[in-house]
Nanobody
Framework: QLAQSGGGLVQTGGSLRLSCAASGFTLGDYAIGWFRQAPGKEREGVAFITSTGSTNYADSVKGRFTISRDNAKNTVYLRMNSLKPEDTAVYYC????????WGQGTQVTVSS
């Protein structure tokens, strides 16, 4: 399973770091994605990292968000800088290989 932590309320321009810790499997073997869902909108992918460390970002977060993984801690992170009100959403981590795991979600609210 995946356990998320981090998130909360921050002002525009602030930073947050989300964590996603795996238990019961080796996170380093999986491709990881961070997704978000704002009220009334579909879930969208924002950042991805492969098992080999290649990363990819949605245009809306490129240059502001950084996804990283610490295989020794079996944890993936999403560092979010220069946050904007439109980043407000529930954020989810996902681990994908032959099976798929989702975190429980964590609220990020950016006040203007």
């Amino acid at each position: 399973q995946l356990a998320q932590s981090g998130g909360g309320l921050v002002q525009t321009g602030g930073s947050l770091r989300l964590s996603c810790a795996a238990s019961g499997f080796t996170l380093g073997d999986y491709a990881i994605g961070w997704f978000r869902q704002a009220p009334g909108k579909e879930r969208e992918g924002v950042a991805f990292i492969t098992s080999t460390g290649s990363t990819n970002y949605a245009d809306s977060v490129k240059g502001r968000f950084t996804i990283s993984r610490d295989n020794a801690k079996n944890t993936v992170y999403l560092r979010m800088n220069s946050l904007k009100p439109e980043d407000t959403a529930v954020y989810y981590c996902n681990a994908q290989k032959f099976d798929s795991y989702w975190g429980q979600g964590t609220q990020v609210t950016v006040s203007s």
